[in-house]
Nanobody, 119 residues
Framework: QLVESGGGLVQAGGSLSLSCAAS????????VGWFRQAPGAEREFVAA????????SYMDSVKGRFTVSRDNAKNTVYLQMNSLKAEDTAVYYC??????????????WGRGTHVTVSS
């Protein structure tokens, strides 16, 4: 089971740190992706990190602002979000599976955490 936390309301330009914790499974066995779904929009890829953290990938609009990292000892993956913009408002999901940008590569999903950025 994956559980996201850390969402909330923040002003534009602010920061939030999301966490994705796994229970009942070793998250270190999986790549982890972060995805988001804004109101009325399709769910989209945000960032991904490989099993040992050697590889990361980001969507263009968050490069330089978001950082994905993991602590396998804590069975947790993080998404640090800086310089937030109103267009970052969405429900953020973490997912475990095979490293990549496609949702189809991830088998296990959390229920999401809401991020609202006020302008």
């Amino acid at each position: 089971q994956l559980v996201e936390s850390g969402g909330g309301l923040v002003q534009a330009g602010g920061s939030l740190s999301l966490s994705c914790a796994a229970s009942g499974a070793r998250l270190s066995l999986y790549a982890v992706g972060w995805f988001r779904q804004a109101p009325g929009a399709e769910r989209e890829f945000v960032a991904a990190i490989s099993t040992l953290g050697a590889s990361t990938s980001y969507m263009d609009s968050v490069k330089g602002r978001f950082t994905v990292s993991r602590d396998n000892a804590k069975n947790t993956v993080y998404l640090q979000m800086n310089s937030l913009k109103a267009e970052d408002t969405a429900v953020y999901y973490c997912a475990a599976g095979t490293y990549g940008t496609s949702q189809m590569m991830y088998n296990y999903w959390g229920r999401g955490t809401h991020v609202t950025v006020s302008s």
